[in-house]
């Protein structure tokens, strides 16, 4: 098992090197093409969510990643200091905001929210 643990400042350009590192490194246990989608995909939606809404575009707070992978398994854990989560899984996925979790959790095998921290698993596919 791999992990990669990272906390960010709330800036664009440090998350976004982040994440280019962060796939840089998954895409050195052979993911296939579909996999390494769905871990960008999840990466994009959950640190911008907590990077918009949980921390309001404020510089001063963190956003805390956490990637674990083996051969089975991804899971994405994003923290933010935010106030918290109310997921609604039965709201309309085309309202103004929650669009983000619903595409995480429709393309993860499952998601938990639990206040500030949503984690997503994605299991892995054999090349």
């Known amino acids: 098992m791999h992990t990669i643990r990272r906390t960010l400042q709330t800036d664009l350009k440090l998350i976004k090197k982040f994440r280019d590192d962060s796939l840089a490194i998954l895409k050195t246990y052979g993911l296939n093409e579909d996999d390494l ?24 707070k963190n956003i805390e990643v956490t990637i674990e992978i083996n051969q089975d398994y991804c899971m994405i854990k994003v923290r933010d200091e935010g106030k918290g989560i109310n997921f609604d899984k039965k709201k309309d996925v085309f309202s103004e905001h929650g ?27 054999s090349n």
Do not use: C, P, Q, W
Not at 38 to 60: A, M, P
Not at 99 to 125: P, Q, W, Y
């Open 37 to 60: 989608f769905k871990i960008r995909l999840i990466l994009d939606e959950l640190i911008v969510n907590s990077y918009k809404h949980g921390n309001n575009k404020d510089y001063k």
């Open 99 to 125: 669009r983000g979790l619903h595409i995480v959790e429709f393309i993860s095998d499952r998601m938990l929210v639990d206040n500030n921290v949503v984690t997503a698993f994605v299991s892995l596919k």
